[in-house]
């Protein structure tokens, strides 16, 4: 089983390779090709997620083969390879439902260049989740940020192109902000490597002077990332960049990109800085209150909206707030229900992000509110679709979203702070709340027809069956991490014990 | 406090720089200006990095005369850093550059307020 090792390595450097590939190729055979690559790469991270279940160790990769405090390494564990098994099915079905947007949405000569992106976010993907060293966590950052600045562009109306410009405006300050971190952290330590680096922190921590220099750099570095995953105040470039760009890059990136942010900032917690020194510095408070504002103003914003995406954007704000309060709250519970919760999250607003331009076809191509007026009644499998996202949203049982909020309960009991519980609770309470009143205003909205527009013709019309298949595996996806939730966190538990 | 700024004067500086580029970042309203912002910043991310590499009277890591003795020799990691760093600053300008001549053939105005209110007006919504 010595093959296994260099799987991960393998993930990024053919995705770096399938992107050149596919400057050259056609629009319909890089399309055919990026579609059959990432079915090749979920078998791949498949069993990598095997391999790690069933032995229960971790796959390191050194570059180069050196040894550990000089080189540079990549690892997989369970819980990396869990969720790029997860990120690979959410490609692939972002990719099936939305091939015919990319085809009307984009000049014919760039499809291709279009194909190429997603195949260099792949990679940087994939290299943020195995990567074991905070400088190519930097890099692969970066790549990250520009692959997806590409994917806003390649829709060439202004819009987009504004979006992309501040969604890059922001993104830069996040990662000069993280730069500086990892630059301090280095200097602290004199690694870049992150277990001889926990080490070493954990030896500093003792000297209370060190302590407060260590937590300024966690501090920086925990801005940045949070300014690039959109966590309240830095929310704001997210409904223009999700609602104007093509629906796969959206729900690529509200999805899975700026997840992969949270990801590497669990990571560093975990495994650079080691949780028992991160829980005494005060940064815990900070994302917990930062988190819980962010749910509120998220989804208070979410219902001033007068664009079905630009509430889905924003709702995908306050989803970022919920998982930072999972970080806050702290302790492996906490980090368990924020986890879960970028797992429901994905495979829920990818879901909605997919399903809002079906509505808007049957609506005269507009995305407004007062347009989409019984749009479900003549999309009934986009309608659908909609309703199984906002049900599992708002938190109804049976779907990955209300799993996900008994998690960040439980984790608020687990807490043993009083206050915390309160906190937690009255939040969780207010958001569902909200989020209850503008996704029910919403599906009334679509399901209702006061002016008899709906007539029997015009409803076979919209019916496509092939383009439900994705939809039913996001849905089936949603209820399985409802249903049988218990596979997930056992999952992720072990996983995150391998990290520490 | 303010003698050990003294003694680290490399790094106070770089900073400074890294203060000047983010604020110019986050508050200018002009493209260009905002792009020179960022580039300031990564700069000073930049010397922080060189500095703290550098070690007076040491010389580079490469073995000309036999001597392999570590303590003769600075760390190599942060110039290799830096370099890296530099690559994907460079990348970064040139997409920034590109799209700030989109956004001006469009609009004919680099400041971003005004590029706001024009594209609002134009309502390409769908």
Known sequence: MDIIRNFPMMTVILSLFSGSLCFVLKGRTARYYTLFYEVFLLIVCSAILWYTVTTGTAVTYPMGEFPAPW?????????????????????????????????????????????????????????????????????????????????????????????????????????????????????????????????????????????????????????????????????????????????????????????????LLIKIYYRAIGLDVFEQMPIREILLVLGIAGMIVGSLQAMHADNINRMVAFSSAAQVGYIFMGMGIGGIAGYTAAIFHIMAHAVTKSMLFLTTPRLAEVSDNSLLFKKLEASALRNRDAGLAFLVGSLSMIGIPLFAGFTSKLQFALAGVESGSHVKLVAVMLALAASSLLNAVYFMRTLIRIYSDPRGTVSKANIRQHHRPLYNIPMVVLGGLNLFLGLFSWVAINLITQGLKMFG | MFENLLINYEEAAAIILFGIGFTMLLFHQNLIKKLIGMNIMDTGVFLFLASMGYIEGRKPPIIVDGVTDPARYINPVPAGLVLTGIVVSVSVTAIMLSLTIRLYKRYHTLNLDEIYTLSVHSMEDR
């Open chain 1, 71 to 263: 080189g540079n390494e990549l690892r997989a564990g369970i819980l990396e390879a869990l969720l790029a098994v997860l990120f690979m099915v959410i490609m692939i079905v972002s990719l099936l439902a939305g091939y015919r947007y990319i085809d009307t949405d984009l000049d014919e000569s760039k499809v291709n260049l279009y194909y190429a992106i997603l195949n260099l976010m792949t990679a940087s993907l994939m290299a943020i989740l195995w990567t074991n060293d905070l400088f190519s966590g930097y890099v692969f950052l970066e790549i990250l940020t520009l692959t997806s600045c590409g994917s806003l562009i390649v829709r060439e109306i202004g819009r987009t192109t504004l979006a992309a410009v501040r969604y890059m405006i922001l993104n830069l300050l996040g990662s000069g902000l993280f730069l500086l971190g990892v630059v301090l952290l280095y200097d602290l330590t004199g690694h870049l490597l992150m277990v001889p680096m926990q080490e070493t922190i954990a030896e500093m921590a003792q000297d209370p002077r060190m302590f407060m220099a260590l937590t300024l750099s966690t501090g920086v570095l925990t801005i940045g990332l949070s300014i690039k995953s959109g966590l309240f105040p830095f929310h704001f470039w997210m409904p223009d960049s999700y609602s104007w760009s093509t629906p796969t890059s959206a729900s690529i990136l509200s999805s899975l990109v700026s997840k992969a942010y949270i990801l």
